[in-house]
Structures are given as structure tokens and as C-alpha cells.
T-cell receptor, first 118, second 115 residues
Framework: AQSVTQLGSHVSVSEGALVLLRCNYS??????LFWYVQYPNQGLQLLLK??????LVKGINGFEAEFKKSETSFHLTKPSAHMSDAAEYFC????????????????FGKGTHLIIQP | DTAVSQTPKYLVTQMGNDKSIKCEQN?????MYWYKQDSKKFLKIMFS???????INETVPNRFSPKSPDKAHLNLHINSLELGDSAVYFC??????????????FGPGTRLLVL
């Protein structure tokens, strides 16, 4: 079974500062990895994903993430935070091998609420 | 054009009632999903469905049933609503069948409140 851990349910940074949101996964095989953002009262929007190839992935809105297999991590970063980045961020995984048991779909972490201080 | 749409956006109902939430996608995707987001914002897959196969998360009560009139629609029917069903329900879709690397596109959510 897969699981996703997001360290820090709330992260607060100053506008212009580095954003770092942590994500670790537990899986018998390296999964596909996703970061989604949810703005208040809206659905989820894909920021970026890692499936194969280059382990440093660039996404929308200046975000990027690096897949580190040895650390089972997929942390999300942005060099300079903007007020519009305030939202809920979800790390998610999917099973590339269909190990069975339960619906196909994404397994989500519990989310990190990003607060941007002016 | 909205890629994945859900109706209604808000749903307030009494315990014991039966209700439905509709989902439509205009992306031409083959697979659709329902997720439940609880009050702590935790998201959990309920169902995945393509035109050949329905896969149900084993923890979902059988009061919940997805129904798909065609490839573009996956509606969620809930019988005998309980207080614990209060949540936000998201529909999503992705391309292809059993392709876990594909991006899932989410609808705006339906906020269900059971009184």
C-alpha cells in the first residue's frame, strides 16, 4: 500500500522568500508523483508531476520539485513567494504497477496550507 | 469552457434522504473518478470508472453508487444520507484507461451538508 506524508500542515513564509513544501512517500515501487494546488472553494489544479526522465520537474507558477529516490521524497519549491501562492498544496502518488486493492486513482497527503506574510 | 463540471455546487439535505451529484467532462477522457474531501481537507479516492470497469474503494459504503450514462458523465448517488457524509465531493477525469501517469483534472467540487 502507498502512503504520502507532508511535513507541516501549515507553512508560513514572507513574500519574496523561498517556499519549501515537503513530501515523502512510502511505496513498494517508485510511484508516479504529483503536486496539486487548491485555492479556497475551488477544485484541484496540477502544479507538476514526475513520471519518468529528469528528476527535477518544473511546473506552473514558478514551482519545481525534485524526485529523490534514495530519500523517497518529492519536495516542492519556489524561489520567491508571491501573495497569490497562498493556498492548500497536496502531494499525491499513483501506483505504476497496479498492485491491486482499492480504486485506481491518486493517494493524497494531508495537505499543507501555505500562508504568505506581506 | 469548463473541462470538468459538477452540479450542484452546494447541497444541503436531511439525514435519511437520497441525493445525486452530477459530473460531466468535455475532455474526451476515458476514466472518471470520485473523491471525498473531509472537514480536515483530506482527500480520498472513492471510485474510478471507465467504460469497461468500475473499481470501488473497499472502504466506501454501499449506500454510494456511481452511475455512468455515457463516457462523459459519472454521477454519484447517495442513499440514506448520514451526518458523516458531509464533505466536499470532487469529480475528476483522466485520459486513457489504467494509465496512472496521466494528469487528473478536477471539477470545482460539491459541498454536501447533511443535517
Amino acid at each position: 500500500a502507498q502512503s504520502v506524508t507532508q511535513l507541516g500542515s501549515h507553512v508560513s513564509v514572507s513574500e519574496g522568500a523561498l517556499v519549501l513544501l515537503r513530501c515523502n512517500y512510502s511505496s513498494s515501487v517508485p510511484p508516479y508523483l504529483f503536486w496539486y494546488v487548491q485555492y479556497p472553494n475551488q477544485g484541484l489544479q496540477l502544479l507538476l508531476k514526475y513520471t519518468t526522465g529528469a528528476t527535477l520537474v518544473k511546473g506552473i507558477n514558478g514551482f519545481e520539485a525534485e524526485f529523490k529516490k534514495s530519500e523517497t521524497s518529492f519536495h516542492l519549491t519556489k524561489p520567491s513567494a508571491h501573495m497569490s501562492d497562498a493556498a492548500e498544496y497536496f502531494c499525491a502518488v499513483s501506483d505504476p504497477g497496479y498492485s491491486g486493492g482499492g480504486a485506481d486513482g491518486l493517494t493524497f497527503g494531508k495537505g499543507t496550507h501555505l500562508i504568505i506574510q506581506p | 469552457d469548463t473541462a470538468v463540471s459538477q452540479t450542484p455546487k452546494y447541497l444541503v439535505t436531511q439525514m435519511g434522504n437520497d441525493k445525486s451529484i452530477k459530473c460531466e467532462q468535455n475532455l474526451g477522457h476515458d476514466t472518471m473518478y470520485w473523491y471525498k474531501q473531509d472537514s480536515k481537507k483530506f482527500l480520498k479516492i472513492m471510485f474510478s470508472y471507465n467504460n469497461k470497469e468500475l473499481i470501488i474503494n473497499e472502504t466506501v459504503p454501499n449506500r454510494f453508487s456511481p452511475k455512468s450514462p455515457d463516457k462523459a458523465h459519472l454521477n454519484l448517488h447517495i442513499n440514506s444520507l448520514e451526518l458523516g457524509d458531509s464533505a466536499v465531493y470532487f469529480c475528476a477525469s483522466s485520459q486513457g484507461s489504467r494509465r496512472p501517469q496521466e494528469t487528473q483534472y478536477f471539477g470545482p467540487g460539491t459541498r454536501l451538508l447533511v443535517l
